[in-house]
């Protein structure tokens, strides 16, 4: 029998007493655990968001906003740029520093989810989170480590397919497919096939509705934001704005503000809003057949104030976006020749010379840009450069989360914990004063083990290792406790913030606890340990 | 095997003034020796059985087991010593009620050598005829099964001296003298000196050697005289 069965049967032989003092201990340390592993999951999900690319590309105004409006879908966006300044990084003078730019459009919502307009690269070519989820590139110790475990990865989900745990991305020409986030098609039950309707606006109360898109993947749990959002087709995303009619009570459209700058009211006249369209005119039955972009001449929107785009979508021909510049809105067809080259060549290979003729009016909210490890030095120098023009910023979206999570959300965690560890320090008061207020109960017991033989240094030892069971089993409680609650709350933490946690997800914070309560255990069990110390045998005996 | 010489140990009262307790010039037992020891309540008993174990440190004078001057200990060796060379029985058993039977006569030895002998425990508890009460807790045992519980807890380390304070004073006269012939047999069987205080006449004739604590303490006999 060792001191610490001797100190285990102690505890045990006052079970009320040593339940409620580790249950106490136990509720300070649940919230620890549930302060550590939630802000660790926000973080790694924070963190993880933006993998895939380096640098978001969009309108003057908070970087932060910027980024967390593009990646975590919160908030509206800052404003827009031309769709010509993305072509700069599609075909343009930054084609060079960039491997890789993916436009973004943002401004309607399905449900109450953010509707995001993009095109397929943003699944072919971005490597989702859910393709890391076992695999955190983050964690592996050098440069080539990490760029063989990209390579890999690339190799395995070369056609994106294992991002979708239902149906596939949405072509190039597939103009009104679309692809949910695993939140999205959970809470909707949107599935492969289904048709939904976004609404303008990011208020599912309002907005008035568009045309309908078709669901053609479901995304796999991701753990990020992209769970709760909604992929179209940018070319969609472009056709339904253009024909909305804008609302100014609601937020700027990508397609509604010729501006770089963050629009306001007079943006909104810009060319290629239309008024007095006619959407009933719209016939969107072909939007799953090839597009047909076959015009030569893009022709500048800018000419076109108050015509609007005439989008006729022929059945058989694909939406010819040849807007001719007619304010005639019967006129819906757009003949080869007139309309503009579109770079969507349907779902065979595409070019990414978006250069049709509607191009010019047209805005993208956010471009997403992974920029070209070949070409380091300029590749560095880019954000620079964006932000000294004055037409746009760039940010690190890893920059501009890290800021935001050892600023605000560090600080917010920091309080949060600061409360919780208080908690556990009352409650290991609370111990101090029930093995303290044991001890007087306990003098004859203690001196009956030192006329058994023991030392002053056993018996304090003994109370000091009590103290450190209660503060283990407290901790234990709390561990489970913390873990069983975080795993109740998964499935409310998800459906309300996108973050998926699991109850047996663990911080490695979570290690210092057992020695943090080792060392709170041994200051409050030394008061009673030393009474311990001091009790004289013969007069307590004789008790 | 047990020697004292010129011990003397005294208290001070809370007004200051030394109350003093014992003043014996010697005492001897040989090993295997049983002695009774008797006196009146108050005379000095229980002083003279924790001065004996070390509990309390005398005043002045010798006190030798086995070879070894214990006053010249410090605490924490006298405190080993004691663990290791003599077994103690209380008067009110001192149980400890968070152990078992088996646990109680187990932590002795955790405290003497950190090494607990369950064979021996065993054998003991058996030899007190407690086998089938292994797992209880004191709270669990009447009070003749808790003093022989106690008994075996005193043979637990193979002391050199045992040492009974009233052990037979707290419970019927049923079970008191199967305690004293277990704590006598246990004693003779291992060759312990076994010191026993009472005050019972009944308990006191069964010895060979009785001490009266009035004829051997030189603080009874000045008051006395």
């Given amino acids: 029998m060792n001191l610490w069965k001797i100190a285990l049967r102690s505890v045990q032989h006052r079970r009320l007493a040593s339940g ?429 083990m030192r006329a058994l033989g023991a030392r002053r240094t056993t018996v304090m030892s003994i109370i000091l290792l009590e103290s450190i069971l209660l503060s283990l089993g407290g901790g234990i409680i709390g561990l489970v406790l913390g873990h069983s609650l975080i795993g109740l709350l998964a499935p409310q933490i998800m459906e309300h913030t996108g973050v998926v946690v699991h109850a047996l997800q663990f911080q490695a914070a979570e290690l210092i606890l057992i020695p943090g309560l080792v060392f709170m255990a041994s200051i409050v069990g030394y008061l009673p340990a030393v009474i311990a110390y001091r009790t004289e045998v013969a007069e307590s005996l004789s008790e | 095997m047990l020697e004292l010489r010129d011990v003397k140990k005294s208290f001070t009262l809370p007004d200051g003034t030394p109350l003093h307790v014992l003043d014996i010039e010697e005492f001897q037992a040989g090993a295997g020796e049983q002695i009774v020891i008797v006196g009146h309540s108050g005379c000095g008993k229980t002083t003279l059985l924790h001065v004996i174990a070390g509990i309390s440190r005398p005043d002045s004078g010798r006190v030798v087991i086995d070879g070894w001057d214990t006053t010249v200990l410090s605490e924490a060796d006298r405190d080993q010593f004691r663990a290791a060379k003599i077994g103690y029985v209380f008067q009110t058993f001192n149980l400890l009620p968070a152990f078992s039977a088996l646990e109680n006569v187990m932590i002795g030895m955790a405290f003497a050598d950190g090494r607990a002998d369950r064979d021996r425990a065993l054998m003991l508890l058996d030899r007190v005829g407690l086998s089938h009460r292994l797992t209880h807790k004191p709270a669990q045992l009447s009070v003749g099964e808790q003093q022989r519980v106690a008994v075996a807890r005193a043979m637990a380390n193979r002391p050199k001296v045992l040492l009974a304070d009233e052990p037979t004073a707290n419970i019927d006269s049923g079970n008191q003298q199967q305690v004293i012939d277990m704590l006598r047999g246990a004693c003779q069987q291992e060759n312990v000196a076994l010191l026993l205080v009472t005050h019972s006449p009944e308990v006191a004739k069964q010895f060979d050697r009785v001490e009266r604590l009035e004829e051997i303490n030189r603080v009874l006999v000045s008051n006395r005289d």
């Avoid at chain 1, 060319?271 to 057949?289: F, I, Y």
């Fill in chain 1, 20 to 448: 409620l003092t580790a249950l106490s201990i136990g509720l300070g340390v649940a919230l620890v655990v549930g302060v550590m592993v939630i802000h660790g999951v926000v973080s790694h999900t924070f963190r993880r968001s933006g993998e895939g690319y380096d640098l978001i590309v969009g309108a003057k105004g908070s970087r932060l906003e910027m980024v967390l409006n593009t990646v975590y879908h919160i908030g509206k966006p800052v404003g827009t740029v031309p769709y010509e300044y993305y072509k700069e990084f599609e075909s343009g003078r930054f084609a060079g520093d960039v491997e890789l730019a993916v436009p973004c459009c943002m401004g309607g919502n399905y449900k109450g989810f953010r509707v995001v307009g993009t095109t397929p690269d943003m699944f072919d070519e971005i490597p989702f989170p859910s393709r890391r989820i076992d695999n955190d590139l983050s964690e592996l110790a050098t440069d080539e480590e990490r760029e063989e475990a990209r390579r890999r990865e690339q190799d395995k989900f070369a056609d994106s397919k294992g991002l979708f745990s239902e149906g596939e991305n949405f072509g190039w020409g597939d103009y009104f497919g679309g692809v949910v986030g695993a939140t999205v098609a959970r809470k909707t039950g949107l599935k492969v096939g289904d048709k939904f309707r976004p609404v303008h606006g990011f208020d599912a109360e309002q907005g008035e509705e568009h045309d309908e898109f078709e669901v053609v993947g479901v995304l796999r749990p991701t753990g990020t934001a992209n769970d709760r959002a909604l992929f179209i087709n940018i070319e969609g995303f472009w056709q339904i704005h253009e024909h909305g009619h804008y609302d100014e009570s609601l937020d700027v459209l990508p397609g509604e503000n010729a501006s770089a700058e963050k629009p306001d009211s007079a943006d909104h006249a810009d060319a290629n809003v239309v008024p007095g369209h006619d959407e009933a005119e719209h016939d969107h039955a072909a939007k799953e057949e090839e597009p047909d972009h076959q015009a030569d001449d893009g022709h500048d929107h800018a000419d076109e104030a108050g015509a609007g785009h005439n989008h006729p979508h022929d059945g058989e021909d694909g939406p010819d976006h040849a807007e001719n510049g007619g304010d005639d809105e019967a006129d819906h067809e757009h003949g080869a020749g007139d309309g503009h080259n579109h770079a969507f060549e349907g779902e065979a290979g595409h070019d990414h010379d978006h250069d049709h003729g509607h191009d010019h009016g047209r805005q993208v909210t956010a471009i997403l840009v992974r920029t070209n490890e070949k070409q380091i030095a300029r590749a560095m120098a880019l954000p620079k450069i964006i932000n000294q023009e004055g037409d746009a910023q760039a940010a690190m979206p890893a920059e501009e989360v890290t800021r935001l999570l050892e600023g605000i959300v560090g600080n917010i965690q920091a309080v949060l914990l600061v409360f919780a560890v208080m908690i556990v320090i009352v409650a290991g008061i609370g111990m101090m004063v029930s093995i303290y207020n044991s001890m007087s109960e306990r003098r004859h017991e203690i001196a009956v």
